[in-house]
């Protein structure tokens, strides 16, 4: 009994302790996160404490996105996201910069025309940081499996670093319950920023020098950034970051933007203007009022951006490009070196110029124009008529201020006397030469001027050219170009061609013709009309010689036997007074039909200038001409000289003589020093323009 009892026991224990072991089971769970493998040589073993893994996801998503950051050794980490997790193979491609700085950000693409920026979920990427850098893979692939909630991915990947020279990075990683910590789409911490240049500097400076470019978005390594200045290929950086790129600039660049291109995205900087550059200078020596040419490099097609002195005297510059300026010297340069400079930049230095005061010739040599048959004569070049402004019809000299004034067909303009400096005054689109009929000649801009005491010019418009203006009397203000339009001289009070007159009186004095030849005083607004000469018969006015503050002489006719003059004081005129006896000794040839050219005063003694010639004179041949003085305004005239104008000129076939000859204008005045400007020109069509009008010019006879 006993040997039975012993063998049921131990099956029976036997089947209570499976019966124990099938009820009540202690399963073991072998899948934990870890990540192993290899980066640029360096064996990988991570183990569940040393990655960190986050699911982004919105409600109502299927799938979500995932960071899995894997912590390394020496502080630094691997960081995979993958943009959508589902089972299957993700190539990732280059979609942010190889290089970055430690902890800097990517690029983010603009990918839309309109330049949005992409949406919060980045594209997927691997990311490895350590001390010095930031790397993301240019290329490679990730291999997804998920399991319930456990995620494994395997991945091969291809990195640069930032010599450009490609390191790999394989492995596998586990992720035990991928979605334990989640957040929203909102939370995802994108490696992205948009590409943008903050700052250059320096903004200006020569060619060679160093500019640093700050921003966001570049790439470290050099070759990913692709730099230009304007059109120009800046080829490779002295150095990168992800926020400064430095570079040399090149003398064969030009002025212009920086333009940044990564990855395919885009931006420019600001203007980069470099230090003008003097290469050579035409002349080393030139006179006032010359022209002087300035070759080089990096100037600007617009001269306003630039300056240009000689010494400490600015210049006036006529034209620029980027390789010339043309500057001409203006009157009170001294000699000095030439200097070029951007406006509100430092200038560069150039070559002295050493000025000289004599007059500069732009026309014909003196001697090709004027032919001497009596007297010690000199003459002058003063303006052509080829002139930017030109040609000229009449003139007027401020002798106080020793400057000439020229009224021109395409402006007026002010001659110093003593530099021959040539300075615009204004254009045709001012109010002095604007023309109703929209015609600008001879027959339509300013007839007549006066330079007054009180420093402005007076004028009036031709009678011709505006019909149906209610004002053609002027007063310009010389410093502000303003001008104060004063009344009408044409249809109310007659035709004021023949002179201006205003005292330090404020009067105005204008010879008219309304029913009869008259001299009229009006006050400063050409209002309370005085008639101070009445019904001068026998010859219409022809020149008014100023003689002091409020007085002058108002002469008449047109032909030297023939002329007599009125004196005028304040509002006293006096009766009419012959002056043929007194100009017979400037008789050319001994004709009496002598015509006169102008009078003009200055010291208290008048000087004419007379001209004729044999034949009908309407065919303009050649005129002789003589010049005199009458000392103290008294007695006779007394000849200082005579000479001929040789130049010609060509008109349907037929040779013709340039020449000086009495118009309706003022063409002939005197200087404070006794010597005369006169005006060489040729004949005018119908229409008012001259048949040659760049011959001839204002001219000076010295004697």
């Given at each position: 009994m006993k040997n039975i009892v012993l063998p049921l026991l131990f099956l029976f224990l036997v089947f209570q302790s499976c019966k124990e072991e099938s009820e009540d089971p202690q399963p073991i769970d072998s899948f934990t996160s870890s990540l192993e493998g290899d980066l640029a040589g360096q064996s990988l073993s991570i183990g569940t404490a040393g990655i960190q893994s986050t699911y982004f996801s919105d409600q109502g998503e299927i799938t979500g996105a995932l960071e899995v950051g894997a912590q390394l050794p020496n502080s630094e980490r691997l960081t995979f996201f993958i943009n959508e997790v589902k089972d299957g193979t993700v190539n990732l491609s280059q979609e942010f910069p190889a290089v970055m700085g430690l902890g800097s950000f990517g690029l983010?693409?603009?990918?839309?025309?309109?330049?949005?920026?992409?949406?919060?979920?980045?594209?997927?990427?691997?990311?490895?940081?350590?001390?010095?850098?930031?790397?993301?893979?240019?290329?490679?692939?990730?291999?997804?499996?998920?399991?319930?909630?456990?995620?494994?991915?395997?991945?091969?990947?291809?990195?640069?670093?930032?010599?450009?020279?490609?390191?790999?990075?394989?492995?596998?990683?586990?992720?035990?319950?991928?979605?334990?910590?989640?957040?929203?789409?909102?939370?995802?911490?994108?490696?992205?920023?948009?590409?943008?240049?903050?700052?250059?500097?320096?903004?200006?400076?020569?060619?060679?020098?160093?500019?640093?470019?700050?921003?966001?978005?570049?790439?470290?390594?050099?070759?990913?950034?692709?730099?230009?200045?304007?059109?120009?290929?800046?080829?490779?950086?002295?150095?990168?970051?992800?926020?400064?790129?430095?570079?040399?600039?090149?003398?064969?660049?030009?002025?212009?933007?920086?333009?940044l291109t990564v990855l395919g995205a885009s931006a420019e900087s600001g203007s980069f203007f470099y230090e003008p550059i003097i290469e050579s200078v035409d002349k080393n020596a030139a006179k006032l009022g010359e022209e002087v040419v300035i070759n080089g490099k990096h100037f600007d097609a617009d001269a306003s951006l630039l300056e240009v002195k000689v010494g400490e005297k600015v210049m006036e510059i006529l034209s620029a490009t980027l390789t010339k300026i043309v500057f001409k010297i203006p009157e009170g340069t001294d000699t000095g070196s030439i200097t070029v400079s951007r406006k509100g930049k430092p200038a560069v230095e150039g070559p002295e110029l050493t000025i000289t005061a004599e007059p500069v010739?732009?026309?014909?040599?003196?001697?090709?124009?004027?032919?001497?048959?009596?007297?010690?004569?000199?003459?002058?070049?003063?303006?052509?008529?080829?002139?930017?402004?030109?040609?000229?019809?009449?003139?007027e000299i401020d002798k106080e201020k020793n400057i000439l004034y020229a009224v021109g067909e395409k402006g007026l303009v002010s001659i110093n006397l003593?530099?021959?400096?040539?300075?615009?005054?204004?254009?045709?689109?001012?109010?002095?030469?604007?023309?109703?009929?929209?015609?600008?000649?001879?027959?339509?801009?300013?007839?007549?001027?006066?330079?007054?005491?009180?420093?402005?010019?007076?004028?009036?418009?031709?009678v011709f050219g505006l019909p149906l203006s209610p004002n053609n009397v002027f007063k310009m203000n010389l410093e502000s170009k303003a001008v104060t339009m004063l009344g009408n001289s044409k249809f109310n009070n007659g035709a004021g061609l023949n002179g201006i007159f205003v005292g330090a009186n404020k009067s105005i004095y204008i010879p008219e013709f309304a029913s009869g030849y008259h001299l009229a005083a009006y006050d400063e607004n050409l209002a309370n009309r005085n008639l101070l000469i009445e019904d001068m018969?026998?010859?219409?006015?022809?020149?008014?010689?100023?003689?002091?503050?409020?007085?002058?002489?108002?002469?008449?006719?047109?032909?030297?036997?023939?002329?007599?003059?009125?004196?005028?004081?304040?509002?006293?005129?006096?009766?009419?007074?012959?002056?043929?006896?007194?100009?017979?000794?400037?008789?050319?040839?001994?004709?009496?039909?002598?015509?006169?050219?102008?009078?003009?005063?200055?010291?208290?003694?008048?000087?004419?200038?007379?001209?004729?010639?044999?034949?009908?004179?309407?065919?303009?041949?050649?005129?002789?001409?003589?010049?005199?003085?009458?000392?103290?305004?008294?007695?006779?005239?007394?000849?200082?000289?005579?000479?001929?104008?040789?130049?010609?000129?060509?008109?349907?076939?037929?040779?013709?003589?340039?020449?000086?000859?009495?118009?309706?204008?003022?063409?002939?005045?005197?200087?404070?020093?006794?010597?005369?400007?006169?005006?060489?020109?040729?004949?005018?069509?119908?229409?008012?323009?001259?048949?040659?009008?760049?011959?001839?010019?204002?001219?000076?006879?010295?004697?």
């Open positions: 983010r693409k603009n990918e839309s025309k309109d330049n949005k920026r992409i949406a919060n979920t980045p594209p997927s990427f691997v990311k490895y940081a350590n001390s010095q850098n930031t790397f993301f893979a240019i290329s490679g692939k990730i291999v997804i499996k998920i399991d319930g909630d456990n995620l494994t991915f395997e991945w091969e990947v291809i990195f640069k670093d930032a010599q450009g020279n490609t390191f790999t990075s394989k492995g596998s990683a586990k992720i035990k319950d991928y979605k334990s910590i989640q957040r929203p789409r909102s939370q995802i911490n994108s490696p992205a920023s948009n590409l943008s240049i903050t700052s250059i500097s320096p903004d200006y400076g020569p060619a060679g020098m160093e500019v640093t470019i700050k921003g966001t978005g570049f790439s470290a390594l050099k070759s990913e950034n692709s730099l230009k200045l304007g059109d120009l290929d800046l080829g490779e950086l002295t150095s990168a970051s992800a926020t400064e790129l430095k570079v040399t600039v090149p003398e064969n660049g030009t002025h212009g933007k920086f333009y010739n732009v026309g014909p040599p003196i001697n090709e124009i004027f032919e001497v048959i009596s007297g010690e004569l000199t003459f002058e070049e003063v303006i052509v008529n080829s002139h930017e402004y030109g040609p000229f019809w009449n003139l003593s530099t021959k400096s040539i300075t615009k005054v204004v254009d045709t689109s001012n109010e002095i030469f604007r023309s109703e009929i929209g015609i600008i000649n001879a027959l339509t801009i300013p007839q007549t001027i006066f330079a007054a005491p009180d420093g402005n010019l007076y004028g009036i418009k031709s018969t026998g010859g219409l006015a022809t020149f008014i010689i100023p003689m002091g503050e409020n007085s002058f002489r108002l002469v008449r006719d047109n032909t030297l036997n023939s002329l007599k003059y009125h004196e005028i004081n304040g509002t006293e005129a006096s009766g009419e007074i012959a002056m043929g006896a007194t100009l017979s000794g400037m008789q050319v040839g001994g004709q009496a039909l002598t015509q006169p050219v102008g009078l003009d005063q200055t010291g208290g003694d008048i000087y004419g200038l007379f001209g004729g010639a044999e034949g009908n004179v309407a065919n303009y041949p050649q005129f002789e001409y003589t010049l005199g003085v009458q000392q103290g305004a008294t007695g006779n005239f007394q000849k200082k000289g005579g000479f001929r104008i040789k130049q010609t000129f060509e008109y349907q076939g037929t040779t013709y003589y340039v020449s000086s000859r009495k118009t309706f204008n003022k063409i002939m005045g005197v200087d404070k020093d006794g010597s005369i400007y006169f005006l060489v020109s040729t004949p005018m069509t119908s229409q008012g323009v001259q048949v040659a009008g760049p011959l001839g010019g204002i001219y000076k006879v010295s004697f």
